[in-house]
C-alpha cells in the first residue's frame, strides 16, 4: 500500500467517525417558541469564545445555558450551549437555514441571528414557516472562555 493511499483511507475512516459522532437533537417548535418567549436583543450577554487555533472572539450571545430538546426517540435531552451549537431551520419549502445557537434571538415570530463568526452575516426567518428545527454540536472547537451579563 503507498503512502497516499493510507493518507486517503485514514482521512476517509477519521471523516466517517466525526460524522456518527455528531448526534442530531431535534427541538419542537412551540418548544423552541416557549424557551426563547422571553429572549430578545436587550437580554443579550457578553461572551469571549477561544477556537480551534488560538482565535479569539467577542460578542453578544443569548443567555440559554441548556437546550431543551429531544434526539431521534423523541426521549427528552438537555443539550448544554456552547459557541460550536450549530441549529438548522428547515421551512416549508425545505429551505435549511444554518446559525450558530448561541448568536440567535426570537424578535416577535422572526429568528434573527448571525451565520458566520468572522462575517457578519445576519439573516432573519420566520417561525412560523418552520416545519423542522435540529441542533447539533458541530465540534469545531470553540469553547467560552469568560460570559458576562449585559448591561
Not at 434571538?105 to 429568528?111: N, S
Not at 416545519?131 to 469553547?143: A, F, H, P, S
Request: aromatic share 14%; hydrophobic share 40%; net charge positive.
Amino acid at each position: 500500500m503507498t503512502p497516499m493511499i493510507f493518507v486517503r483511507i485514514a482521512l476517509f475512516i477519521l471523516t466517517f467517525v466525526f460524522v456518527l459522532s455528531c448526534k442530531t437533537y431535534y427541538i419542537p417548535i412551540e418548544s423552541f417558541k416557549e424557551q426563547f418567549k422571553d429572549i430578545d436583543s436587550a437580554d443579550l450577554r457578553l461572551v469571549k469564545i477561544m477556537g480551534p487555533i488560538g482565535y479569539y472572539a467577542e460578542y453578544m450571545a443569548n443567555p440559554l445555558d441548556y437546550i431543551k430538546c429531544v434526539d431521534k426517540n423523541n426521549n427528552a435531552f438537555e443539550l448544554k450551549n456552547s459557541p460550536s451549537i450549530e441549529i438548522r431551520f428547515t421551512d416549508n419549502s425545505n429551505k435549511r437555514t444554518i446559525y450558530y445557537f448561541d448568536r440567535i434571538f426570537l424578535q416577535d415570530t422572526l429568528i434573527i441571528g448571525d451565520m458566520s463568526r468572522f462575517i457578519r452575516i445576519r439573516k432573519s426567518i420566520s417561525v412560523n414557516d418552520l416545519k423542522l428545527i435540529e441542533v447539533q454540536d458541530g465540534r469545531k472547537g470553540y469553547y467560552y472562555i469568560e460570559q458576562k451579563v449585559a448591561n
